[in-house]
C-alpha cells in the first residue's frame, strides 16, 4: 500500500473524530452547515409547490364533480392505506431517531435507525403494490382495464353519472400515489447510500448536517401521504 492510500485510510478511519472539512466557499462550518439546510429546504419548497398543484387540482375537480368522486374513492382500500399511513409514521420516528443519534456522535445507532427506516418504507412500497394489484384485478386501471364495477353500474345509470369522471379520479389517484412512490424510492436510497457511508466512517464530523439534510427530505415524503390518505381515500368517499 503507498503512502497516498495508507494516508486517504487514515484519514477516513479518524474522520468522525475530527471537526466537519470546511470548504472554501464558506467562512466557518456554521454557515456551512445552514447552507446545506436552506438549500434542501430551498428544494422542498419546489416539491411543495408540486405537489400543492397536485392537490388544488384533485380539490377543484372533486368540487365540480362530487358525487362520481364519492362512488369512484369507495373502491379504494381504507385499511390498507390506514396501515400504510401507520407504516410511514413509524418510519418518521426512526428517522428522526437517526438524526439525533448522529447529533450525539452514535455511528452504529444511526445506521441501525437508518435501516429501520428504510425497511419501514419498503414495507410501505410492498403494501401499496398488492393494493394496486387488487385494484388492476378489479378494473380499476386507467386506459388499460378500467369499467365502473358492477355494484355500482345500476347507481350509476340510475343516477345519470359520468364514468368518463370516475375514471378521472382513478387517473389522479394513480399519478399522485405514483409520484410519492417514486419519492420513496428515491429516498430509500439515498438512505442506503447515507447508512453505507456512515458505516464506513466516510464522512467528516460525525455526518450530522448530511443526516439530518436526508431526515428533511423522508419527513416531507411522509407528509405528503398524510395530506393524500385523507383527501383520496377518507374525505371524498364521505
Not at 378500467?146 to 368518463?164: C, D, R, W
Not at 424510492?185 to 448536517?209: D, Q
Request: aromatic share 12%.
Amino acid at each position: 500500500m503507498d503512502t497516498a492510500t495508507m494516508a486517504h485510510t487514515n484519514v477516513a478511519e479518524h474522520a468522525s473524530d475530527a471537526s466537519p472539512l470546511l470548504l472554501h466557499q464558506f467562512d466557518d462550518v456554521h454557515q456551512q452547515s445552514e447552507s446545506s439546510i436552506l438549500g434542501m429546504w430551498l428544494f422542498l419548497a419546489t416539491e411543495v409547490m408540486f405537489f400543492g398543484g397536485l392537490l388544488t387540482a384533485f380539490a377543484v375537480y372533486r368540487l365540480l364533480n362530487p358525487r362520481e368522486i364519492a362512488l369512484a374513492s369507495q373502491n379504494l382500500n381504507v385499511p390498507l392505506g390506514c396501515v400504510n399511513t401507520m407504516v410511514l409514521l413509524v418510519s418518521s420516528l426512526t428517522m428522526a431517531l437517526a438524526v439525533r443519534a448522529s447529533q450525539l456522535g452514535r455511528r452504529k445507532d444511526v445506521v441501525r435507525m437508518l435501516l429501520l427506516t428504510m425497511i419501514f418504507g419498503t414495507m410501505f412500497l410492498v403494501v401499496k403494490g398488492f393494493e394496486w394489484r387488487a385494484d388492476y384485478h378489479e378494473n380499476l386501471i386507467p386506459w388499460i382495464n378500467f369499467e365502473v364495477p358492477h355494484h355500482q353500474a345500476e347507481e350509476v345509470h340510475e343516477l345519470g353519472l359520468v364514468p368518463a369522471k370516475m375514471e378521472l379520479f382513478f387517473i389522479m389517484y394513480f399519478f399522485m400515489t405514483g409520484l410519492h412512490a417514486l419519492h420513496l424510492i428515491i429516498g430509500i436510497v439515498m438512505l442506503a447510500i447515507m447508512a453505507h457511508l456512515v458505516h464506513r466512517n466516510w464522512f467528516s464530523g460525525s455526518g450530522a448536517v448530511q443526516i439530518e439534510v436526508a431526515g428533511l427530505y423522508w419527513h416531507f415524503i411522509d407528509i405528503v401521504w398524510v395530506f393524500l390518505y385523507p383527501l383520496l381515500y377518507l374525505i371524498s368517499a364521505h
